[in-house]
């Protein structure tokens, strides 16, 4: 499954992780070891007229008053969320 957010796009960032402070003598630097910082992504449900809409949502999203607004219903879903992903069926 990927873990890339369906409304904002957000997805994994790259960067270092360190152990230590890093500043100092060259002999003292902290070892940088590569790391992925994965996005807080939780599963909404959300009812619709048609039916129910699961989506992979991070939660800086989930707090945005537009996100709220498509909870609450005074906002329609825009179409590209309610389609089903296919995802797993294209080929490699």
Same mark, same amino acid.
């Given at each position: 499954m990927s873990r890339v957010c369906q409304v904002s796009g957000a997805g994994p960032m790259k960067g270092h992780r360190r152990r230590h402070p890093h500043s100092g003598a060259w002999n003292l630097r902290a070892p940088k070891k590569k790391h992925t910082f994965l996005p807080n992504l939780q599963t909404v449900t959300i009812n619709t007229p048609e039916g129910r809409v699961r989506l992979k949502v991070t939660t800086s999203v989930m707090t945005s008053r537009d996100f709220q607004q498509y909870l609450s219903?005074? /906002?329609?879903?825009?179409?590209?969320?309610?389609? /089903?992903?296919?995802q797993h069926l294209k080929k490699k």
């Open positions: 219903g005074e /906002k329609p879903l825009p179409r590209e969320w309610t389609k /089903k992903s296919r």
